[in-house]
């Protein structure tokens, strides 16, 4: 069964850093896209950032030159280092993956989210 596997959030103060981390568990043949949602309690879920396997990156607005997305394809893993931390970057992340079991057939997957709240 395929998976994937956050971890890293936390509680930080603003202006701090933490680095989440979603690895990708089970068999299946390869990766397509990795990304990272967030989700603020009353708000819809956004997309953070995320990258595709040729290492194109997309960020959105609020987060360009805090956030960087990177994906270690050897484990399956895409990682969100977190800079320059703000009260409105707290919410609930989500990884997001689009894997296909097979050639040909694709399935999306959702991480089971990790709280990240920014307070001092």
């Known amino acids: 069964q395929v998976q994937l596997v956050e971890s890293g959030g936390g509680l930080v103060q603003p202006g701090g850093s933490l680095r989440l981390s979603c690895a990708a568990t089970?068999?299946?043949?390869?990766?397509?896209?990795m990304g990272w949602y967030r989700q603020a309690p009353g708000k819809q879920r956004e997309l953070v950032a995320a990258?595709?396997?040729?290492?194109?990156?997309n960020y959105v607005d609020s987060v360009k030159g805090r956030f960087t997305i990177s994906r270690d394809n050897a484990k399956n893993t895409v990682y969100l280092q977190m800079n320059s931390l703000k009260p409105e970057d707290t919410a609930v992340y989500f990884c997001?993956?689009?894997?296909?079991?097979?050639?040909?057939?694709?399935?999306?997957?959702w991480g089971q989210g990790t709280q990240v709240t920014v307070s001092s």
């Open positions: 997001d993956a689009d894997i296909a079991k097979v050639p040909g057939l694709t399935y999306h997957y």
């Open positions: 089970g068999i299946f043949f390869s990766i397509d896209h």
């Open positions: 990258i595709i396997s040729g290492g194109i990156t």
